[in-house]
Protein backbone atom coordinates (compact mmCIF):
# COMPACT_ATOMS: atom_id res chain seq x y z
CA UNK A 1 0.00 0.00 0.00
CA UNK A 2 0.91 3.40 -0.43
CA UNK A 3 -0.27 6.80 1.02
CA UNK A 4 -0.34 9.90 -0.98
CA UNK A 5 -1.65 13.15 1.22
CA UNK A 6 -1.79 16.07 -0.68
CA UNK A 7 -1.06 20.34 0.81
CA UNK A 8 -1.06 23.47 -0.71
CA UNK A 9 -4.42 24.30 -2.59
CA UNK A 10 -5.81 27.65 -1.50
CA UNK A 11 -7.64 30.76 -3.34
CA UNK A 12 -5.67 32.84 -5.51
CA UNK A 13 -6.35 35.79 -7.81
CA UNK A 14 -6.05 34.89 -11.92
CA UNK A 15 -2.53 34.83 -12.34
CA UNK A 16 -0.75 33.92 -9.27
CA UNK A 17 0.77 31.24 -8.13
CA UNK A 18 0.52 28.30 -6.52
CA UNK A 19 2.50 25.07 -5.13
CA UNK A 20 1.44 21.75 -4.77
CA UNK A 21 2.94 19.29 -2.45
CA UNK A 22 2.45 15.34 -2.44
CA UNK A 23 3.82 13.47 0.29
CA UNK A 24 4.11 9.46 -0.38
CA UNK A 25 4.81 7.03 2.27
CA UNK A 26 4.25 3.41 2.67
CA UNK A 27 5.28 1.00 0.13
CA UNK A 28 7.09 3.27 -1.96
CA UNK A 29 9.10 2.59 -5.19
CA UNK A 30 10.91 3.66 -7.45
CA UNK A 31 9.36 1.52 -9.66
CA UNK A 32 5.93 4.44 -9.53
CA UNK A 33 4.91 6.69 -12.10
CA UNK A 34 3.48 9.88 -9.88
CA UNK A 35 0.77 12.01 -11.56
CA UNK A 36 -1.75 14.76 -10.59
CA UNK A 37 -5.21 14.72 -11.81
CA UNK A 38 -7.97 17.39 -11.22
CA UNK A 39 -11.89 17.56 -10.81
CA UNK A 40 -13.79 20.55 -11.44
CA UNK A 41 -17.78 20.13 -9.88
CA UNK A 42 -19.62 18.56 -12.42
CA UNK A 43 -17.12 17.39 -14.77
CA UNK A 44 -14.49 14.40 -14.94
CA UNK A 45 -11.29 13.79 -13.53
CA UNK A 46 -8.94 14.95 -15.95
CA UNK A 47 -5.01 14.58 -16.38
CA UNK A 48 -2.50 17.30 -15.46
CA UNK A 49 0.97 16.26 -15.41
CA UNK A 50 2.68 13.26 -14.46
CA UNK A 51 6.52 12.21 -14.09
CA UNK A 52 8.56 9.16 -13.51
CA UNK A 53 9.63 8.72 -10.05
CA UNK A 54 12.99 7.08 -11.34
CA UNK A 55 14.26 8.98 -14.73
CA UNK A 56 13.58 11.64 -17.04
CA UNK A 57 9.49 10.77 -18.18
CA UNK A 58 7.45 13.90 -17.89
CA UNK A 59 4.58 14.83 -19.64
CA UNK A 60 1.93 17.29 -19.01
CA UNK A 61 -1.95 18.10 -20.42
CA UNK A 62 -2.11 20.72 -23.14
CA UNK A 63 -4.19 22.91 -21.43
CA UNK A 64 -0.83 23.63 -18.45
CA UNK A 65 1.68 23.57 -20.54
CA UNK A 66 4.07 25.93 -19.83
CA UNK A 67 2.50 27.46 -17.18
CA UNK A 68 2.77 24.04 -14.30
CA UNK A 69 5.84 22.15 -13.50
CA UNK A 70 5.98 18.85 -11.84
CA UNK A 71 9.24 17.72 -9.72
CA UNK A 72 9.73 15.47 -7.01
CA UNK A 73 11.89 15.14 -4.43
CA UNK A 74 13.15 11.82 -4.08
CA UNK A 75 14.94 12.29 -0.46
CA UNK A 76 11.96 13.53 0.58
CA UNK A 77 9.24 11.08 -0.96
CA UNK A 78 7.57 14.41 -2.24
CA UNK A 79 6.16 15.64 -5.75
CA UNK A 80 5.12 18.78 -6.10
CA UNK A 81 3.07 20.72 -8.62
CA UNK A 82 3.81 24.68 -9.53
CA UNK A 83 1.08 26.25 -10.78
CA UNK A 84 2.00 29.75 -12.53
CA UNK A 85 -0.39 32.21 -14.60
CA UNK A 86 -3.73 30.29 -12.68
CA UNK A 87 -6.73 30.83 -14.56
CA UNK A 88 -10.29 30.24 -13.13
CA UNK A 89 -10.41 27.85 -15.49
CA UNK A 90 -8.03 25.64 -13.00
CA UNK A 91 -10.55 25.65 -9.72
CA UNK A 92 -10.74 22.17 -9.08
CA UNK A 93 -9.90 19.73 -6.56
CA UNK A 94 -6.10 18.34 -7.19
CA UNK A 95 -5.40 14.60 -6.94
CA UNK A 96 -1.86 13.15 -6.27
CA UNK A 97 -1.60 9.84 -7.76
CA UNK A 98 0.79 6.40 -8.05
CA UNK A 99 0.84 3.78 -10.90
CA UNK A 100 3.28 1.66 -12.50
CA UNK A 101 5.80 2.95 -14.63
CA UNK A 102 3.39 2.96 -17.62
CA UNK A 103 0.82 4.65 -16.56
CA UNK A 104 -0.04 8.08 -18.75
CA UNK A 105 -3.04 9.94 -18.27
CA UNK A 106 -6.27 7.72 -17.92
CA UNK A 107 -6.89 7.84 -14.18
CA UNK A 108 -7.38 4.14 -14.36
CA UNK A 109 -4.24 3.56 -14.94
CA UNK A 110 -3.45 4.67 -11.39
CA UNK A 111 -3.49 1.95 -8.58
CA UNK A 112 -3.06 5.24 -5.48
CA UNK A 113 -4.77 8.12 -4.84
CA UNK A 114 -4.68 11.35 -2.31
CA UNK A 115 -7.67 12.39 -0.81
CA UNK A 116 -7.63 15.39 -2.64
CA UNK A 117 -6.68 19.75 -2.04
CA UNK A 118 -9.05 22.11 -3.24
CA UNK A 119 -7.31 25.38 -5.63
CA UNK A 120 -9.93 27.81 -6.03
CA UNK A 121 -9.08 30.46 -8.83
CA UNK A 122 -11.22 34.02 -8.57
CA UNK A 123 -11.34 36.07 -11.84
Known amino acids: QVQLVESGGGLVQAGGSLRLSCLASGRTSSRYTMGWFRQAPGKEREFVAAKSWIGTRTFYADSVKGRFTITKDNAKNTLYLQMNSLKPEDTAVYYC????????????????WGQGTQVTVSS
Open 97 to 112: AAGPTTAGATPSEYDY
